[in-house]
């Protein structure tokens, strides 16, 4: 499996999602090139930025995070994210950058359905 983002923590108590691109040994210290942005390069940045549309934990904080872990889930083309600290935070997020967080109405679950019934099903 080929990771296009990490998962990290910032000091904010949020839960971020880094590009890949943005940690390519490659990147030059000067002007990109044409090459290089063939091959999608950035250039180097001392300190990586700090975009608020980059947080998967969206305006929730959680606080001392100390792990973060990530599954596949059974939907096409989306993880599963967790992150453990003081409070648990639970996403699921696609490469298309969406992220959803569990609590939140899903559009893939009708309307129909009582959500206390999927407490039922949690072992």
């Not at 390069?41 to 606080?63: F, G, Q, W």
């Amino acid at each position: 499996m080929f990771c296009r983002w990490f998962a990290v923590a910032s000091h904010r108590h949020a839960v971020h999602s880094v590009p890949r691109r943005l940690l390519d040994l490659r990147r030059p210290l000067s002007k990109v090139s044409p090459s290089e942005a063939d091959e999608r390069l950035v250039t180097y940045e001392v300190v990586l930025p700090d975009d608020a549309r980059l947080a998967i934990s969206h305006n929730y904080e959680v606080a001392n995070i100390r792990q973060i872990m990530s599954a596949p889930s059974q939907l096409e083309s989306t993880s599963l994210v967790l992150a453990i600290g003081l409070d648990l935070f639970l996403t699921c997020i696609s490469p298309s950058g969406t992220s959803l967080p569990m609590w939140a109405p899903d559009p893939l679950v009708p309307d129909t359905l009582p959500r206390w019934t999927c407490l039922l099903c949690v072992p």
